[in-house]
């Protein structure tokens, strides 16, 4: 890497102006073209400069005063450094020593040595600043020599200093004054340079030997005058002159003509060897611009100009002339390479840093600046374009939109993600996810795989825009400072608030197109209030008959928040990102409330999917459809977690009362729509399930396997199974959904945990209740034609010899019953038959309370039977129950003999006895009971 350069010694270290100096160091440059700057004491040396090597280069003092640094400048090191100092001084020249520039003798001294005044520009009482110096008063001097010790107020004094002199003389004077006596000032100075005294001043010397010729000449003519004999000497002599002239002319005619030429040949070489540069430079001005060489051509062009730009020479200017054509040519190939896009944005800086060094008129950086803006506004609206096209030409599967085929890539992006991927930059392969719940492939979903022209569409604009618009944002950057200029270039003014205002607006406009051309393709409704004409640029998406977009919502949703996480990363104004914030925010709304419906519709369909299987455990059995509907919901959950949660540059989801309203019913809909599946499997006909599919495309776009009709169970099995399906989601699955749920942020979740509790707890009853309709009506109905049967009469009957059939048909019914509930669910046993014993209760008080007249044999036989079952059954007894035996018992008379009580015992055991074996299940429930 090329080092600064570095003063180390000089040679002399001190002189008047006009002096050779010799300067030494290290890295002075690598040629005469690579030096762009010499100062010495802070004057400008460039032009008196002559480049030896890298560790020497020789020059001419300036009009330097004082001590200060030299200091080099070339093109490879750039500003240099130095170890050294020279100090400058001006040389003091007495009245009665030769000079050959003018000595200011204003303040001189006579023979006594008193000073006095001679032709000064300004009389002694008389202000330079042409203003009266009686005024408020004037400054102490004592105070002025102690600010300036070897300093003068006196304007003919050589120390004089301005400060003193100002503030002695005008501290009471208004700034308007002082600048008003710093015109007239100039104005006096202008005039003595430019008068008879200047011209004075300039020919002394010549001036000076003239008259001595003259007054020599005018002694030798007296002399002569007087000596003569007649006539005029001066006419003799001249006389004499003009035919010395004429021979002279004859005999040297020839030669002084050849001597003219060779003059002027020897003047025409020497100009043109001094200002060889000047002729040169057409030629390496083209030479340069070919080879790519702009900062030499740049600095050329520079160099002429502050030499020659000014020039009376008629030759000179004819060249500078055609240097001038040259730079105006190359000033327009570089804003036209400046124009051409795409273009990187250390190209642009250049070529702006190049067009501001020559010149151009106008602003090279604003006009680069408006036309990249308009250029990416052209990007965003050709994709649109583009893609559009492609939806609309490309032949679809199943009539869907957004099916790419690999023969027609877009120039945009190769390829672009698949739902539930995450976002990487620069991978253009990702892992696909399914819709929820699903149980296919990739290769069995077959074209509901493939990348939609939407999604592409989204990620290839997003692509354009991060792409190009960050180079536009730092091209701002630097022209806003100024960083743009060159480094050896003072700063021009800043780009002012007009254009700052202006600038804004321009970024606002392409984030306002690329949020309404997002909006377009995926949030149409949101720009149905803009006018026809404005809504018809942003473009209108073909639609598919099987389009299914909302799985892939999540990565719409994920590219739209990079997006928005790299434009805040770039520091941009707040007004000028809102668009794309709004429609961030806007897109994780829908993305949650469409996939919350999807989810819905998903649930909804899982009656086509359940299996009637029943897979058991300890606590009871349920089928695989509350698993099914649990994978539903948590899947969802998981796949809305990144566009739950807010990112630091966001704003929260569910901060709008509307969407937290909207999404609250979207979760209490979901979690309802189970119980409403539920309902249906239970209470579907023997036509409807003959109606329905072996196979059936679900919502999701998956094709599940559904049941026959022939293996669908009878109702009464069917309700049961529900029934546990439906105790199973109230107590496990609804908990630990709404847990989840509340976990992950969504909104209202008690309200949600409470309305879909209520839809189940209403389904669980229906389904209860018509469960035990199913098998209540036949066993109660079966009870008073058993106690008739045989003709059998309370008032006359023969003594009980044992429990009659009707009891022990209606407990062999009851323990099918236990039969087919325990198969499914042992935990609903209890609950069935305690309400199946309370409809037998209060079907036997019925009985007991039609009996108008009662015998003693028929009293002990109802008792007999009564205690029978009550004893049976005891397990499933409930306080209603309890009352209704009890109360039917009363009805009875009671045992008047120990004979009959004795008798009564005897058959009761021996009831048990004989029904030991179909009563044990119903000791079985109690040691579970016992052990649960």
Known sequence: MPKEPKVTGLSPNEGPPGTKVTIRGENLGTGATDLTGLTICGVNCLLTAEWVSPSKITCKTGLCKGKGEVIVTTRSGGLGTCTVTFRGYVMQTGPLEESAVWIDESTTTDKRGRSKSSSALFRKNEDPLGMSMEGKGKFPIDQLEEMFPEGSGDPSNDKFLSEWFLIENHHHTSFEDLKTGLSYLKRKSTQRSEGPLAFMKGNLTSIMD??????????????????????????????????????????????????????????????????????????????????????????????????????????????YLEVEKQIETFRGELTEKLMQLPSSLDEQTKLIRYLMDLGAPGDPAWDCLVNQHKWLLQLLFSCKEEHIKQAQTIPSVAGSEGDTPSHTPLKYRPSVGTPGSVFTPGHSSVKRIPSFGSTQSPDQAGWKFKTPQRVQFVDDLTDVLLENFPDLWKLWEGYSTGSLLNETAEKADVANQEKETRFKKMVKEVMSVYSKLLRAAFLPQSLSSLPKEERAKYGVWPEGKYDNMAHWLPQFVRTIRSCNSTLSGMNLPDETTHDVRDVAQDTRVHCVTTLLQQATEDVKALN???????????????????????????????????????RAEESEIFRRADTRMKVSKLCEDMLSAFSDTMDQLAFRTETEAEATPTSQQSSSGHDELTSPSEHIPPLERRLVTVLSNCSHTREKVLPKLTDLLEKNGYPEVQKVQKGSQSCFSALDEKLFDAYLEQKADPLVGALEPGVYAGYFMWDDCLPPRGVRNYVKEALMNLIAVHAEVFSISPLLVERVLSRLLQALAEEMLRLMECVTEWSANGANQARLELCALQDALALYKTPESSKSFHDALQMVPPVTSAADRKNLEELMNKFKSNMQLQLTCFRSDSLKRTLV
């Open 210 to 319: 003239c008259q001595d010729a003259l007054a020599a000449m005018h002694q030798d003519l007296l002399k002569d005058e007087s000596t003569s004999e007649g006539g005029s000497i001066t006419e003799k002599l001249e006389t004499l002159l003009n035919n010395a002239n004429e021979k002279a002319n004859a005999m040297y005619q020839d030669v002084l003509g050849r001597k003219d030429k060779a003059d002027a040949t020897r003047n025409a070489l020497n100009v043109l060897q001094r200002f060889r540069f000047l002729f040169s430079l057409p030629g390496s001005i083209e030479r340069n611009i070919q080879n790519g060489d702009y900062d030499i051509v740049i600095n050329d062009y520079a160099k002429a100009k502050s030499l020659f730009a000014d020039t009376e020479v008629q030759m000179f200017k004819r060249v």
């Open 608 to 646: 086509d999917r359940e299996t009637w299987t029943v897979e058991r455990d300890d606590r009871g059995g349920i089928t695989t459809l509350p698993l099914l509907f649990e994978n539903i919901i948590t899947e969802l959950i998981q796949h809305l977690k990144e566009v739950v949660q807010s």
